[in-house]
């Protein structure tokens, strides 16, 4: 697996989670903080001018993150 790809896994991964409601969230004993997902990006589709691979995540609150992936090995 190469960084894009797990991007892509990722992205997925907060994908779903954004689309789960609180029971979900208990279900998988994950805390509920993780259901304020509202958008999730790739670099690329939130047109950052980098070409590392990683993901903008937005939150209800308004927050935003920045989630840089590096391989590392």
């Known amino acids: ?7 892509e896994a ?6 779903d989670l954004a689309c789960m409601d609180a029971d979900d969230l208990d279900q998988f004993d ?5 259901g304020g997902i509202e958008h999730v ?5 939130a047109g950052l001018l980098t070409r590392n691979a990683g993901l903008v ?17």
């Open 1 to 7: 697996m190469n960084d894009h790809e797990f991007q």
């Open 10 to 15: 990722l992205k997925t991964l907060l994908d």
């Open 30 to 34: 994950l805390p509920d903080d993780l």
């Open 41 to 45: 990006r790739t670099f690329a589709e």
């Open 57 to 73: 995540v937005e939150t209800a609150d308004g927050g935003e993150y920045q989630v840089t992936i590096v391989r590392s090995r």
